[in-house]
């Protein structure tokens, strides 16, 4: 079946570091691709979605590439601030069905 | 602003007593979602609706049930809830089915079983 498998966390950075957040996936055909963060006691908030092969998704300075070749969806962001503390989520939606695919999830704590 | 709204945020109940969580969407959207996640976990899918159209995931509880009277609401109950059921529980709506509609999420109901 189709799953995600992410990077295990916690990932600690110091303010203005640079991030990458590992996502890879396994689906058949060509599913759409999403990341989601959680900010602490909160619902899941779409960050950036890439829905074919080479897109690339961005948002509030992070950028993922759907890249099919190895089959991942990496999150990165030049410059992370301590606002960006919260868990990410990458997760895929198949062309079958409606409802999303989670990976585990990945704890960011961005320090001062 | 077009919404997912949970209510409550936060919910007790007391170990086997019935609760229910609801969900409200302004978004018109026709597929609407139940998650549950817990402690540093991915949100696992309970079932969705598509339309009226009732969808059970395999491996969920006969403990959990769903209720969506109309387009907007969609209730969760819970008949007998134990410690285990201890969860965030995040609504979420959808437009249709493709792969190119994301969901939108709701911010949870913290559900804690004493």
């Known amino acids: 079946g189709d799953s995600v498998t992410q990077m295990e966390g916690p990932v600690t950075l110091s303010e203005e570091a640079f991030l990458t957040i590992n996502c890879t996936y396994t689906?058949?055909?060509?599913?759409?691709l999403f990341w989601y963060v959680q900010y602490p006691g909160e619902g899941l908030q779409l960050l950036l979605k890439?829905?074919?092969?080479?897109d690339k998704g961005s948002n509030k300075g992070f950028e993922a590439t759907y890249r099919k070749e190895t089959t991942s969806f990496h999150l990165e962001k030049g410059s992370v601030q301590v606002s960006d503390s919260a868990v990410y989520f990458c997760a895929l939606r198949s062309n079958s069905g409606y409802a999303l695919n989670f990976g585990k999830g990945t704890s960011l704590l961005v320090t001062p | 602003d077009a919404m997912v709204i949970q209510n409550p945020r936060y919910q007790v109940t007391q170990f086997g007593k019935p609760v229910t969580l609801s969900c409200s969407q302004t978004l018109n959207h026709n597929v609407m979602y139940w998650y549950q996640q817990k402690s540093s976990q991915a949100p696992k899918l309970l079932f969705h609706?598509?339309?009226?159209?009732?969808?059970n995931e395999a491996d969920t509880p006969d403990n959990f049930q769903s209720r969506r009277p109309n387009t907007s609401f969609c209730f969760l109950d819970i008949r007998s809830p134990g410690l285990g059921d201890a969860a965030m529980y995040l609504c979420?709506?959808?437009?249709?089915?493709?792969?190119?509609?994301?969901?939108?999420f709701g911010q949870g109901t913290r559900l804690t079983v004493v």
């Open positions: 609706y598509y339309d009226k159209d009732f969808n």
């Open positions: 979420a709506t959808s437009s249709n089915r493709g792969g190119n509609t994301e969901a939108f």
């Open positions: 890439a829905t074919k092969a080479d």
């Open positions: 689906a058949t055909g060509y599913p759409s």
